[in-house]
């Protein structure tokens, strides 16, 4: 298998695809979609919408009533059901592991059913259980002994095991708190640099959808396509009051979380933990022996003696350099010297930014994005 991550080739297109269920229920209705190769295409949507339908529809666990799907060009109602699904991993909530078999026989499963020899199917398996972040003990456990995120993360595990190029995911973190959710969607993204993978997501969430994304399908109840867009148009552009009431009101906000901020640096000048405050002006800001930032103080009242860890006002976000204008607006509001703070890859200070001058920049940008489009956004 050969998978090219940068062309936007398609691999899975869904051609004016209908499913009607006995009794009548319409749950996708002439659906037209492509899932760029190497790419993640999320589709999100209330619940009933069709989602999972439009995802079984892939691996034939549900056959269409009427339109085609290819995968790679190929019409899957042309090949065999097994033949299909040897080349598509699917993940489920829960993971949706056999619970009688350990965690490691679990991951060997697809690998076994290809003929693989116990031996290479282990090898494989100890191995995406290191890629998922899994220890190796746990590798002899039962899906009951592991932690909801454990689970999943089994479940991701066990859908590479026979390295294939297209994944389903179906609602694949809902079934975790929000921290580990969190932590699992950023593990997915790290996972997909590098595995360039063919991802078919269903969700109903939309910050998960534009989040993991490079593509999101809203789907309405009935299975109408509403909008497919990257996340940054959906926010920006969303086609109808549907989706712009689906996409939730701070919509524009969020939006800033896919622009990079071109905003000043400004040299803020720093105190050091145990150090004696000298200058009485306002807020300070407290680094480490490394220059790592630790907090602000209010130096009124400190001055003349040393300032310990307990003086320090935490709280503010901090921007990474070279990153989104969420995160350099979000630093600067949360501070409370109002005073940004930004740090390189190692969490060293590199300079601060004022909240008027990233409006600044917001507003550049978006004057930027009229100019490219030839029309307001
Ligand atoms: N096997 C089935 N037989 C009859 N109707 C079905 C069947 N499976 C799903 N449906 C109906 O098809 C519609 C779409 O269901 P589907 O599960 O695809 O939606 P969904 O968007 O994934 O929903 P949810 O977010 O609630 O999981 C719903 O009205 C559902 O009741």
């Known amino acids: 298998m050969s998978v090219v991550a940068d062309t936007l080739e398609r691999m899975i297109r869904f051609d004016r695809v209908t499913k009607t269920y006995p009794g009548g229920t319409v ?19 209330p619940s009933g919408c069709g ?45 949706g592991l056999f619970p009688h078999r ?20 282990r090898t494989r398996a100890r191995e995406l259980l290191e890629v998922v972040g899994l220890a190796p003990e746990l590798a002899g456990r039962y899906p009951a002994q592991l932690s909801g995120g454990q689970q999943q993360r089994v479940g991701v595990a066990r859908a590479l095991a026979a390295d294939p ?72 552009e969303p086609a109808d009051d549907f989706v712009a009431d689906f996409v939730g009101r701070d919509r524009g906000y969020r939006s800033l979380a896919f622009q990079a901020a071109d905003v000043p ?14 200058d009485a002006s ?31 006002r935490l709280g503010g976000t901090l921007a990474g350099q070279g990153g989104t204008l969420r995160a350099h607006l979000d ?19 590199v300079g601060i930014v004022h909240p008027g001058e990233v409006l600044a920049a917001i507003e550049a940008a978006g004057r930027a994005g009229v100019a490219d489009d030839g029309e307001p956004a």
């Open 27 to 45: 749950a996708v209705d002439d659906l037209t979609l492509e899932a760029p190769r190497g790419q993640i295409t999320v589709l999100v949507g």
């Open 51 to 95: 989602k999972t339908t439009s995802l079984r529809l892939v691996n034939r666990m549900v056959e269409p009533t009427s339109g085609t799907i290819t995968l790679d060009g190929t019409d899957t109602g042309s090949m065999s059901a097994t033949e299909l699904r040897r080349g598509i991993g699917y993940v489920i909530q829960h993971g």
């Open 102 to 121: 350990t965690v490691e026989h679990n991951v060997m499963t697809v690998p076994k059913l290809l003929g693989w020899s116990t031996d290479k199917a």
């Open 165 to 236: 190029p297209v994944l389903l995911m179906d609602e694949p973190f809902s079934a975790v708190d929000p921290v580990v959710r969190d932590a699992l969607q950023d593990e997915l993204l790290t996972l997909q640099a590098q595995l360039h993978k063919t991802i078919l997501l269903v969700t109903h969430d939309i910050d998960e959808a534009v989040k993991l994304g490079n593509q999101v399908a809203v789907l309405r109840v009935g299975g109408e396509l509403a909008q497919v867009d990257a996340p940054a148009r959906l926010l920006a």
């Open 265 to 278: 640096l400004h040299r803020e000048h720093t105190i050091r933990l145990g150090e004696t405050v000298e």
């Open 282 to 312: 306002d807020w300070q800001l407290v680094v480490d022996d490394d220059g790592r930032p630790q907090g602000w103080v209010r130096a009124g009242s400190l001055v003349g003696r040393p300032v310990g860890k307990d003086d320090l």
């Open 331 to 349: 630093a600067a509001l949360s501070s409370p010297s109002r005073r940004g703070v930004v740090v390189d890859g190692d969490g060293v200070l």
